[in-house]
């Protein structure tokens, strides 16, 4: 069901915030988003949504990517 309010400039940017560090542990662990996705059992599209800061993924769905690339949940997440 979509929002009937979009979320809050400080929310986007946080997402985005996300999305960049999801992307640099990716790069370090030299994998593709197409390896990452195909670990997880997602979509390349999807995933390249969340990277880019355009989808709210779930938790379940952060704890994936943090195990698919190797790193703790908390290195995608921390400010």
């Known amino acids: 069901m979509p929002r009937s309010v979009p979320p809050p400039d400080h ?11 999801i992307r640099a542990a990716r790069n370090a662990a030299g994998l593709t988003q197409q390896d990452v996705a195909e670990r997880i059992g997602m979509d390349r599209a999807t995933y390249n949504r969340i990277e880019q800061g355009h989808s709210s993924p779930l938790l379940d769905s952060l704890i994936l990517i943090a ?13």
Do not use: S
């Not at 929310?11 to 560090?21: E, F, H, K």
């Not at 195990?67 to 400010?79: F, N, S, T, W």
């Open 67 to 79: 195990d698919a690339i190797g790193v703790p949940l908390a290195d995608l997440v921390r400010q």
């Open 11 to 21: 929310v986007i940017a946080r997402r985005r915030a996300v999305g960049d560090q």
